[in-house]
């Protein structure tokens, strides 16, 4: 009976033993097991921080394909703020893929699809970046041509402007000359007021120094004839061929001088003294 006791005894002994070692293996599993998860949390972190700066960096691309769109109907500064409005995006993505790439490559990750999505994004900002150059070299470009035929047109305008004040000083002359050369000077008076006003000295006219002030000047396009006021008597003591004017008598008296042929009338004198009485 006493060995039995015994042996009972060493049977509790091993089983508690054994119910410790179990324990022991349990604790460890569950501490495996908690840093795997705590790993596991980390990584799917990262992950989302990852793919949290790749949806930024498309929407980025998003926008400026927008942008992009409406570039062609733009002109001036609205077209310029657009462009600038781009490259700022395009820098910002630029930084945000050196970003990502450097946190991809640091944590040793070696993903096929993620690491050709990173590679897709630097190639898209890459070309991006290259048209928006090529745009804003264009823009530069025409601007360029812009002021340059600016310049031109100013240039031009002066050249008109100059030409157009030579022009108008020459219309100024030659409507001067035109006056001249048309303007006519008569009298209608009788001998003594035409021997006191020194128009008659000696009996012939205009020997002396002529005072137009004593004539009524006219253009001669516009003059067919002069008044006399039936006088008795008219008598032209200057000048003037015979066939190019007519003294108009009704019944006894003199009405008027008509002018029939002003070119040839005044091609011998430019003044006219009629004496009446």
């Not at 022991?24 to 799917?44: E, G, H, K, M, T």
């Not at 008597?233 to 001088?257: M, N, Q, W």
């Amino acid at each position: 009976m006493k060995k039995v006791v015994l042996s009972m005894t060493a049977l509790s002994m091993l089983l508690l033993v054994s119910c410790q070692g179990y324990k022991d293996q349990i604790a460890r599993l569950q501490f495996q097991n908690d840093s795997i998860a705590q790993v596991n949390a980390r990584i799917s972190s990262e992950f989302d921080e990852l793919l949290q700066m790749m949806d930024e960096i498309e929407a980025g691309f998003l926008q400026v394909e927008q942008t992009e769109a409406g570039l062609s109907q733009e002109d001036g500064e609205r077209l310029k703020a657009d462009i600038a409005q781009i490259v700022d995006i395009l820098k910002e993505n630029q930084a945000k893929l050196a970003d990502l790439e450097k946190k991809y490559k640091s944590r040793g990750y070696t993903i096929s699809q993620l690491n050709k999505t990173i590679e897709r994004l630097k190639a898209e900002n890459e070309e991006k970046v290259a048209m928006i150059t090529q745009l804003q070299q264009e823009l530069a470009q025409r601007d360029a041509q812009i002021k340059e035929l600016d310049a031109s047109v100013a240039s031009l305008n002066d050249k008109v402007s100059a030409l157009s004040a030579e022009s108008a000083e020459q219309q100024d002359v030659i409507s001067a000359q035109d006056r001249v050369l048309n303007t006519v000077y008569y009298t209608v008076s009788k001998y003594k007021d035409l021997k006191a006003n020194g128009v008659i000295i000696k009996g012939r006219a205009l020997q002396g120094e002529v005072n137009n002030a004593l004539f009524t000047e006219v253009d001669l396009r516009n003059l067919t004839s002069i008044p006399l006021n039936n006088v008795k008597r008219a008598t032209i003591l200057t000048a003037h061929p015979a066939g190019s004017y007519t003294l108009v008598k009704e019944g006894k008296r003199y009405t008027e001088l008509a002018i029939t042929n002003p070119a040839e009338f005044w091609s011998v004198s430019r003044y006219l003294v009629i004496r009446v009485k």
